[in-house]
């Protein structure tokens, strides 16, 4: 990912409209790019900042509500992948299950 693509998904990151791959790639490419983190946390700050000041309410740790929101991003991608490998395993098991059912069948039928 470059940080012009990183850059464009900042917004909808905020506002959790990204998917669990582009979730994954943008939480890949803020690991290695200090620029694209630093412009996360300007446009958290701003966001985030002017949603409290129209509430009224909220923190003022708005740099700690950032780390908790990428910490609960790396969360759900690991959630992501968990559900993935769970899949392909119940997948191959289904797959597997129908082959010996098949052979089985055949030797029933001709031996």
């Known amino acids: 990912m470059t940080c012009q693509e990183a850059e464009r998904l900042v917004t909808p990151y905020i506002r959790d409209e990204l998917s669990g791959d582009e979730l994954e790639a943008f939480l890949t490419h803020l690991e290695r790019c200090r620029s694209c983190q630093e412009e996360l946390e300007i446009y958290f700050m701003v966001d985030v900042g002017l949603k409290q000041?129209?509430?009224g309410a909220g923190t003022f740790d708005i740099m700690g509500a950032l780390q908790h929101?990428?910490?609960e991003s790396y969360a759900r991608?690991?959630?992501?992948?968990?559900?993935?490998r769970l899949l392909?395993?119940?997948n191959t098991l289904g797959i597997m299950a129908v082959a010996v059912t098949v052979l089985l069948q055949v030797r029933i039928w001709f031996f």
């Open 53 to 55: 000041l129209d509430s």
């Open 69 to 71: 929101r990428i910490a």
């Open 77 to 84: 991608v690991r959630r992501m992948w968990a559900v993935r």
């Open 88 to 90: 392909y395993a119940v």
